[in-house]
């Protein structure tokens, strides 16, 4: 069952991850530590926090690997003071942190901005545990340093790391950059990227990115250039949404879903609705140098849009929309997202890559951060 949980969990399959939860009690298996790690782990990437705490709460036996899965929850989650909570209680319940609970605190401090809480925590890894940081704790700190806009602070981190550093950290560094428009530190990260890792698609994307929004496309299109004589290619964007125990694959620009006529005709509501409200499409994700008009046209076919039109049309009222993404969430994406919250009146769950996004009432639990 553990296995089934964790299948459960990487789909963000919440209907089977409940069935197979309806299962185990059915049964009446014997709740094990790694049975209820499994559970909670799955709500969590699921995105159902709640009930995942609920499972926690729940264990009668509580090891490092339990605690830590349920810090790393609340951090996936992006709250990041209720992860430093359960830090402080497990410590205080003596169960001794491992080095994933301080990648999951860390994490934690990261997505809420809490750049001097994460760096004490990093600090007592070796001081107070006895626990050397590995290359991701270090990525952590470049992450937590360059989502607070202080570039130089994470650049120096990589600098005085005791290993090489990895594609992981500049990859960090990189992001932070295409969030504060440094072209120069861009550039370097991108890359240190390419040097370690000469088909990683994503270095080029974001440092095309960050030329393209700097409006400088002779640039970006080299950077494209240089993708296509390298072949490398661009992993398409795919969304995921479950309903009813079947799961809908939607990638951008996808029109071969059987129901493709009436999502469409509800991306046309959608679009109508929302203009209304006031919006315009943010096109800087858009790479290439076209018509404002049809960047509209290329960020309004991304597939978790699609994903959320069929969401909107197939669901009951009232039923939250659930939504799993292979990539970030673009700008233009999350505000339209937002919106859609508000005049639908539908609570929308985003887990992309990096964390969950809690969409209600036109807000974002993230807060933009």
């Known amino acids: 069952m553990v296995s089934v949980l964790s299948a459960c969990a990487h789909l963000g399959a919440l209907d089977h991850g409940r069935w197979a939860h309806a299962y185990i009690e059915r049964n009446k298996m014997k709740m ?48 990041g003071e209720k992860c430093l909570e359960l830090f402080s ?10 080095e994933v609970t301080f990648l999951s605190v860390l994490h934690g401090c990261s997505v809420v901005g809490l750049v001097e809480e994460g760096h004490k925590h990093f600090e007592s890894m070796s001081k107070v545990y006895r626990l050397e940081p590995q290359l991701e704790h270090y990525g952590c700190m470049v992450d937590l340093y360059g989502r607070a806009g202080r570039l130089e602070d994470a650049l120096d981190v990589i600098h005085n790391m005791p290993m090489k550093p990895h594609a992981g950290a500049w990859g960090a560094l ?3 950059c295409r969030m504060y428009k440094n072209k120069e530190l861009g550039e370097l990260a991108s890359r240190k990227i390419v040097e370690l890792e000469g088909r990683n698609h994503g270095s080029y ?29 661009k992993i398409p964007g795919c969304s995921v949404i479950e309903v009813d125990g079947v799961v809908h694959e939607f990638f951008v620009g996808d029109n071969s879903h059987q129901r493709y006529n009436e999502i469409e005709i509800m991306l046309k509501e959608i679009s109508n609705r929302l203009e209304l409200a006031g919006y315009t499409a943010n096109t800087s994700p858009v790479l290439f140098d076209i018509e404002e008009e049809e960047k509209e046209d ?3 076919k991304h597939s978790e ?12 009222e009232g039923v939250p929309i659930r939504i799993v993404k292979n990539l970030r969430v673009c700008l233009d994406c999350h505000d339209v997202t937002k919106m859609i919250s508000k005049v639908f009146n539908r609570e929308i769950i985003v887990r992309d890559r990096n964390r969950f996004h809690h969409f209600k009432d036109g807000e974002c639990s993230c807060k933009g951060y």
């Not at 799955?42 to 899965?69: H, I, P, R, T």
């Not at 410590?91 to 942190?97: I, L, R, S, T």
């Open 89 to 98: 209680l497990m410590k205080q319940e003596g169960v001794q942190p491992n």
């Open 32 to 79: 094990t530590v790694p049975l209820g790690t499994a559970l909670l782990n799955m709500y969590a990437k699921c995105g159902n926090m709640d009930k995942a705490m609920e499972v926690f709460w729940a264990m009668k036996e509580k090891n490092v690997y339990a605690w830590s899965s349920a810090i790393g929850g609340q951090a996936l989650h992006g709250d």
């Open 305 to 316: 849009k699609i994903a959320i039109a069929f969401g909107l049309l197939i669901l009951k």
């Open 174 to 176: 990189l992001n932070a």
């Open 205 to 233: 994307v974001q440092l095309s990115n960050i030329y393209a929004e700097s409006k400088d496309w002779n640039r970006a299109t080299n950077v494209r250039e240089i993708m296509k004589a390298r072949d490398v290619r």
């Open 298 to 300: 290329a960020v309004g």
